[in-house]
């Protein structure tokens, strides 16, 4: 497939010889998004659900996970390291979160109460960015890689030509770890969108067709998780397609994906709701929560205790 042309046969052996400081702790959350939720006290309220636990933290500490992206060498020359091309996925995600962060930016300024109701949120540009950002939300997390079987081989690369050219090769330059270096060109792949057609990108693509609409909470404030763009199944939804996603991108904002008909000419538009719209948004993403993150997050501990 093309996109795992990141396995190609003409490597140097000395390309694979890594000896750099692993980065251990590999946020799945974007730093600069938690922070959106910090108190007075540059907090964050979090309530676990293995655990049980509600507690206070600080945004580093939460949404990540040891060596989450990488790729172990397995049957390799030792003198290869531990990882395949360690950080590299960490890294492209830390340029993509640049991006994001502006994007964050720019809807924090423009919605507020004084927007006009009938005006677009963002520009086409801007647009590109917010899929980027949701699907990149959606499929970096632990659960999702999970899903996507991120961490075994596809039964077409495996038995593929290019697969046992590639072992033979690289056994032949005394490197070996043939397999691991295909995983770790398919999780690049997968995650990532440094390939023409790659997932993310085929994603975003599909996204482009669901309206989207954001909210703003004129009183009381939306809580968020440690899996912020959340898979929805309202039943107000159109029959031909029942995608919707809830995404609160700010303690005042949040966007929600789907085929609404009371929102069907309010694409890119903003409305501004009441507390009991808020509530109601923020137990069904909680609601939705316990199935799919690990933890509810928010500025205020008695808030989340409420939707609990």
């Known amino acids: 497939m093309q996109q795992y042309q990141a396995a190609k046969l003409s490597f140097r052996k000395d390309e694979f010889m890594n000896n750099s400081q692993t980065t251990k702790k590999e946020h799945y959350i974007p730093q600069f998004y938690l922070y959106q939720f910090i108190d007075g006290n540059n907090e964050l309220s979090v309530f676990n659900f293995k655990t049980g636990k509600l507690f206070k933290t600080v945004p580093s500490k939460l949404g990540y996970k040891k060596y989450l992206y990488e790729t172990e060498w397995v049957d390799a020359d030792p003198k290869c390291g531990k990882f395949i091309l360690e950080n590299e996925i960490e890294k492209i995600f830390s340029n993509y979160e640049g991006e994001f962060s502006t994007l964050l930016k720019t809807i924090k300024r423009v919605c507020t109460l004084t927007q006009n109701p009938n005006a677009l949120i963002l520009n086409q540009k801007e647009k590109k960015l917010l899929f980027r950002f949701v699907i990149n939300m959606l499929i970096r997390s632990p659960y999702n890689m999970e899903i ?26 005394g490197i070996g770890g043939a397999d691991s270096l295909a995983l770790a060109a398919q999780k690049k792949a997968m995650l990532t969108e440094e390939f023409p057609d790659s997932f993310p990108e085929q994603y975003v693509n599909s996204l482009k067709k669901i309206p989207f609409h954001f909210f703003y909470a004129e009183e009381g404030e939306f809580v968020t998780s440690d899996l912020p763009a959340l898979l929805g199944d309202d039943l107000t939804i159109l029959e031909e397609d029942k995608t919707s996603i809830y995404f609160p991108l700010l303690p005042k904002v949040a966007v929600i994906f789907g085929y609404y008909d009371k929102f069907k000419n309010r694409n890119n538009r903003m409305t501004v709701i009441k507390k009991k719209y808020v509530d109601k948004f923020n137990k069904k993403f909680v609601s939705k929560c316990k199935e799919y993150s690990y933890s509810v997050i928010g500025k205020d501990m008695k808030l989340i205790k409420q939707y609990l």
């Not at 081989?153 to 090769?169: A, F, G, H, N, Y």
């Open 148 to 173: 996507l079987q991120l961490n075994q081989i596809s039964k077409d690369i495996e038995e593929s030509d290019l697969m046992q050219s590639l072992r033979i090769t690289l056994n032949e330059m």
